[in-house]
């Protein structure tokens, strides 16, 4: 496994750079949560991306994507995680768009499939719920057979992007208890459906979410996503997928963070002299440089693992999660402390990081869970 980009790689990551730092500057995020804005990203830009073939990198060429890998993908996530662009890749890409790919029918695929390639089409993955705590097999809302389909009633919380989706994939359970890893199934639920009730919330970090309640939403029995009662794998399998590539999204905001912070310690002067040129930030600084390394070391290894389907890639998954939730908390925290007062201030972009490395460990699990993922996988 080669941990450095190729040389296609290198071109798709310089064309993200010059485009996030002309067309996607924090100046715009930080438009979008003061105006309060309807959608909270840009439906223009992410059609743009959708042509540039960004939306569409790892969805099959059938279906009007590039049919490329997540090592892919995590150069643009890494690109947009830089600005903090909150263009709905998780909910749509790496969510939604990824439960299709992998257990939805032929049909499924090719209604939506081509409109999230397109930039056209809004998905998300409702799977969470009230005292789950990252324990995906933890499923209250029930599905009941009836009619020649399926009966939906449960609330489910934090849905990455849920005002603005198409179409949920809801976790359900159709059979076993609450805790069972038998019994889940995932439904194709549009969002106009009659018992479906969308409220938006908005996380400590400005991003979309919401709690979709189902009341008695029926769907046929050909919105089933995978198999009957057997959801539980498939299910894991899309949130390491996603979790990979947030640690890539991650990675680029722990850069720009420390990036922030260097350039504000070199021109920043006490005494006449640039605080950067202090020993005890000299040592602070190769400390956050030191565990940046090791994050997308660990990084890179699993989404190339993912890649190649290999049998340790949800263990590096774990190891990355908990390296990048640990460093791009310590390279954000210390940013605010290197800028002083003034970090403490909106005016300052080094706040937005800080914000965005607490949601971000959050997401998909914190550290102390990824630690003990890693270590129960391990066999400890």
């Not at 490329?68 to 996530?77: H, P, R």
């Not at 007062?341 to 005016?347: A, P, R």
Request: aromatic share 8%; glycine share 10%; charged share 25%.
């Amino acid at each position: 496994m080669q941990l450095v980009l190729s040389e296609d790689q290198e071109l798709i990551s310089k064309t993200v750079g010059d485009f996030v730092e002309e067309r996607s500057p924090v100046s715009r995020f930080r438009a979008l949560r003061d105006s309060n804005d309807d959608t909270g990203y840009s439906k223009a830009l992410w059609k743009e991306m959708a042509e540039l073939g960004w939306v569409g990198i790892s969805i099959p060429e059938e279906y009007g994507g590039a049919g490329m890998g997540l090592a892919d993908l995590a150069i643009v996530l890494e690109g947009l995680g830089s600005r903090l662009a909150p263009e709905p890749f998780f909910s749509t890409v790496l969510l939604g768009g990824q439960m299709l790919i992998r257990g939805g029918t032929k049909d499924q695929q090719g209604t939506w499939l081509p409109g999230i390639a397109a930039g056209e089409k809004i998905i998300s993955l409702a799977y969470q719920e009230l005292g789950s705590r990252y324990d995906l097999n933890v499923v209250e809302t029930r599905a009941e057979d009836i009619n020649n389909g399926f009966s939906i009633t449960g609330e489910k919380t934090l849905v990455l992007d849920g005002h603005v989706a198409d179409c949920f994939l809801v976790v359900a359970r159709t059979a076993g208890d609450s805790r069972s890893s038998e019994g889940i199934s995932i439904f194709l639920v549009p969002s106009d459906a009659d018992g479906l009730v969308v409220t938006r919330q908005t996380r400590v970090d400005f991003r979309n979410s919401a709690v979709v309640s189902l009341s008695g939403v029926f769907v046929q029995r050909n919105a089933l996503v995978g198999e009957l009662h057997r959801g539980a794998t498939l299910l894991e399998d899309v949130v390491d997928y996603a979790t990979a590539g947030l640690c890539s999204e991650m990675l680029g905001g722990m850069q720009q963070a420390f990036k922030l912070t260097m350039d504000h310690v070199k021109e920043r002067k006490q005494f006449e002299t640039a605080v950067g040129s202090f020993q005890a930030l000299k040592h602070r600084a190769a400390d956050i440089f030191i565990e940046l390394e090791l994050a997308r070391s660990a990084t890179m290894a699993c989404t190339r693992a993912i890649d190649e389907e290999s049998e340790n890639s949800s263990k590096l998954v774990s190891l990355a999660k908990a390296r990048c939730s640990d460093a791009y908390l310590l390279a954000s925290n210390e940013g605010v402390q290197m800028f002083g007062g003034v970090g403490m201030t909106d005016e300052y972009d080094i706040g937005l990081y800080l914000k965005r490395a607490r949601a971000c460990e959050l997401t998909f699990g914190d550290s102390s869970f990824h630690r003990n993922r890693w270590a129960l996988l391990g066999g400890y």
